[in-house]
């Protein structure tokens, strides 16, 4: 990652450059290949409101800019604050990404058709088995043109197959009746 640290009508103290590189190795452990390049600003304001530092942090990521900036009477205690925010946008940055990449139906989705082999309606899920005797896992969300109390075992029904946490699982249901 590059770092890039300018000081504007004030004298750039070791403390605050410590504190910077403390934040930026957090940043290279956390957000490795993620933060491309860090720009931190630090400059004396007079506006009496506003207290008498503005920190501004611009971080360049893949296809995106973050820029944060935040107003203290201490440079330290801008820097940290600062930091915490941008930390909670990347953080929400790679979450979009990782949502966003889980949308688009993947190739390797496949649809089929297959039998009810269980049902618990209470846990609102059931078992479809495929045409290759496999066990297809689905929760009543899933359910397209049917509900889970007019289900029955051994109904045959066309499902989207995906991957999930625990295995084969149907993104969608539909009766084939």
């Not at 990449?101 to 846990?123: D, F, M």
């Not at 109390?149 to 084969?168: C, I, N, Q, R």
């Amino acid at each position: 990652m590059e770092l890039k640290i300018e000081a504007r009508n004030v004298e750039l103290r070791k403390g605050w450059q410590t504190k910077i590189q403390e934040e930026q190795e957090k940043l290279i452990r956390h957000y490795a290949n993620f933060v491309l390049h860090l720009r931190v600003s630090i400059e004396a304001t007079s506006h009496y409101k506003e207290g008498g530092f503005e920190i501004k942090l611009v971080a360049s990521v893949p296809n995106d800019t973050v820029v944060v900036t935040r107003n203290s009477e201490t440079v330290r205690a801008a820097l940290t604050e600062s930091f915490d925010v941008l930390t909670l946008q990347l953080k929400e940055i790679q979450r979009k990404k990782r949502k966003s990449k889980k949308v688009p139906a993947s190739p390797e989705a496949a649809e089929g058709v297959g039998v009810i082999r269980k049902l618990s309606p209470h846990e609102s899920y059931g078992f479809i088995t495929s045409a290759d005797q496999r066990d297809i896992y689905f929760h009543e969300n899933a359910l397209k043109n049917i509900n889970m109390d007019d289900l029955t075992e051994g109904d045959s029904v066309a499902f989207g197959e995906t991957y999930g946490d625990k295995g084969p699982q149907a993104s969608w249901v539909r009766s084939n009746n």
